[in-house]
């Protein structure tokens, strides 16, 4: 399995593929192809591991809804332990965790902008199931559900509706990152940050793309790059599973308007999702609940259209470049005939 | 000229754009192209407005070796003021700052790799003047010289050698992670955290690139990137300019080798190169001299060979996926044949 590493300067975690490590001569990656649906592996599949399948309960010789299996090259493994230790100065562990592929849907559908409401909803609550059964798993310090959608997206298998569920040993920076911002904002004004970045979007209205009864999607103010959207939860609830209880539908109504949006609008651009929910904490050292970070952490998604790329002034300083003011691209988005 | 905002919730700096917008129908970049040496416009430029231009000093008749320009497209401007200010919890400013671009040599040659060591000598004692300029200015925070090389690396114009240097009126977060992270290690150990890697590195070997007397060349332990390179110098010294006064030939000469294995070992990559300086700070208040932090920061350059895509688990995460452990490419690239 992939080894964890961890950048001594800045505490990032990186996995170093070790075991099917390429060599350098083979160094480009050229292996995404387009799926056809007569041997399409998501339509097909007799050999992955089944982890979960959503199933009609009246009718379970039905066939499934939504399928999870293992990943088939896999950067996280259920097997071992984390085995945290040194070399020299530098930490590192075992890549300890899970990798699932989630099949959002059994036809040969690319785009998640494509399915019904009703097959979205399913995918979300597949994500909750799934991590919901993480967090249980004391060695576990993070799930993220996320989506790759085409070549630039990262997808290596273009044709088939899916997306992927990691479960790390170890808290994901950007995640820290998060809540510690929220914490210092928490902290000063003894209000969410995230709730108060909701009542000014929804105020103002420039940057709002879509509003759903529960959820707001916005470019939010500092876009790192042209299209990026927030989705927002209006009820405040710093961990995804929980906060999303209830208001499964109509978050599912949300992506598909704004997944329509960005399809129709920008002519079918990769992109990628990413669920922010809180880190897993133990509740007490003795019990296995767990409980999250309950006022300050405000868990959302982000969306993130791939149609530029970064240069050496974003790479050394962390800055970002936008080329589009965020209110141009919302007011574009919200202009979409769907 | 653009705005600066700030994320609200990571603390992290962007720059939009809003004078010179794309419209959104109008969102894929393609303005790059390859130039042509008869109508480069850097081989031909006159209409660019010189900052700065290295001469023989016997000879100032005889033509430029490295020459300074404002960048044509500046995302940042030295005139007016930072302006900080709010919108309602935003925080924005003025882009005030300085955008220019280093012309590395009067040939129309494309890679640093195939300057000479004494060209990329003088390269490197203009960032040296040109950032020393910026920090006598108080209203400066930080100042980045960094290099795209190639279509791959954010390059528009491909076909002569140049690079940009940034002064920026507030701190990049990058920048802010290495010192706080670098500042824990010193507070614990009493040492510099990257004293201590050149230290270890050497000891072990197996991730050295190329070592010349003054500096050490290393794939990072935690490699980002399957063959990104940390160029360190042996002497300790938070700030670029002050650190490699009279090493600056060493350093040309480290460069020429790394870049040179870069190029034949990798057929001709795209990347990216960027100084990680310590940002400037006032000694007191009341005076105009600068210091920056001394014990607990140490300048390095990284470069960045861009050969690889960061899909939605990147993303969400800040993990990076390395697939090719560092150990594998330094070798590779130390038994490239020059």
């Known amino acids: 399995m992939p080894e964890l590493r961890k950048d001594p300067i800045v505490g990032r975690w990186v996995i170093i593929a070790t075991e099917r490590a390429?060599?350098?001569?083979?160094f480009v990656d050229a292996t995404f192809h387009n799926t056809d649906p007569k041997d399409c592996p998501f339509c097909h599949d007799k050999?992955?591991?089944e982890i979960y399948?959503?199933?009609?309960?009246?009718?379970?010789?039905?066939?499934?809804?939504?399928r999870v299996v293992e990943s088939g090259t896999p950067l996280f493994s259920g097997t071992g332990s984390v085995?945290?230790?040194?070399?020299?100065?530098y930490d590192m562990c075992d890549s300890f965790g899970a990798?699932?592929?989630?099949?959002?849907?059994?036809?040969h559908i690319a785009n998640m902008a494509d399915l019904s409401v009703e097959q979205i909803k399913n995918v979300f609550e597949t994500y909750s199931l799934r991590i919901n059964h993480h967090k249980k798993n004391p060695d576990f310090q993070y799930a993220l559900a996320y989506?790759?959608?085409?070549?630039a997206a990262g997808s290596r298998l273009i044709g088939h509706a899916r997306s992927q569920i990691m479960a790390t040993p170890v808290n994901p920076i950007r995640v820290k990152d998060k809540i510690s911002g929220a914490k210092k904002y928490y902290e000063y004004h003894e209000r969410c940050l995230f709730c108060d970045i909701i009542r000014q979007e929804k105020n103002s209205g420039e940057r709002v793309?879509?509003?759903?009864?529960?959820f707001l999607a916005v470019t939010p103010f500092a876009s790192r790059f042209p299209f990026e959207v927030w989705v927002l939860p209006k009820v405040h609830a710093c961990d995804f599973a929980e906060g999303v209880a209830g208001y499964e539908n109509d978050l599912a109504k949300m992506m598909k308007e704004l997944l329509l949006r960005i399809k129709i609008g920008m002519d079918d651009p990769a992109y990628n999702y990413v669920i922010q929910t809180a880190p897993f904490r133990l509740e007490n050292s003795g019990g296995l609940k767990y409980r999250t970070i309950e006022q300050d952490y405000h868990w959302h998604m982000e969306i993130l259209p791939r149609i530029s790329r970064v240069a050496g002034f974003e790479k050394g300083t962390g800055?970002?470049?936008c080329p589009i003011p965020p209110e141009n691209t919302a007011r574009f988005l919200r202009e979409v005939k769907i």
Chains 1, 2 share one sequence.
């Open 22 to 26: 390429r060599r350098p001569g083979n």
């Open 47 to 49: 050999d992955s591991k």
């Open 53 to 66: 399948a959503l199933r009609d309960p009246k009718d379970p010789q039905a066939p499934w809804k939504v």
């Open 83 to 89: 085995h945290r230790r040194g070399h020299g100065l």
């Open 99 to 107: 990798h699932e592929v989630v099949i959002e849907t059994p036809e």
């Open 147 to 151: 989506k790759n959608y085409g070549k």
């Open 209 to 214: 793309v879509v509003e759903t009864q529960h």
């Open 319 to 321: 800055f970002y470049i």
